[in-house]
């Protein structure tokens, strides 16, 4: 074998000796890649969920608190001692003592078979 083929043989073992050992190394770490991805989008899915029951916690919490505020302001409305100013008396004359399904807002309630005033519903669908 002359010399020109041994190095020929040489140079070609060694370059895809090196290039089945990149292979190996890129394969390696492209799968550490990827599951640090995965532990990424586990990491954010916890902090979403942590982050999405804090709010509907203090989403309940203002309910709660609107709650207290609306029956204490209900409770506050019912029990005031009628007024000398004409014009409050009259406010207050006009205020619906029971709120109907659906009326909480400001709503129209159509559940119900009375209005506001007890008459029945004028529109028919």
């Known amino acids: 074998m002359s010399t020109a ?8 073992v060694s370059v895809s000796t090196a290039i089945i050992g990149y292979v190996h190394y ?12 995965v532990l990424r989008d586990v990491e954010q899915q916890q902090r979403r969920k942590h982050e999405n029951t804090y709010a509907l ?5 203002m309910t709660k608190q609107l709650k207290a505020t609306q029956a204490s302001s209900n ?4 029990h005031d001692p009628p007024s000398t100013n004409p014009a409050r008396s009259n406010l207050q004359a006009e205020k619906p003592a ?4 659906g009326e909480a ?4 309630s159509h559940s119900g078979t009375t209005n506001r005033d007890g008459s029945p519903p004028t529109d028919i669908a």
């Open 105 to 108: 807002f400001g709503g129209v």
């Open 98 to 101: 029971v709120q109907h399904e």
């Open 5 to 12: 083929s041994r190095v020929t043989l040489g140079l070609a």
């Open 26 to 37: 890129k394969q390696s770490a492209d799968r550490l890649r990827l599951h640090d991805g």
């Open 75 to 78: 409770s506050s409305d019912t």
């Open 57 to 61: 916690q203090q989403q309940i919490d």
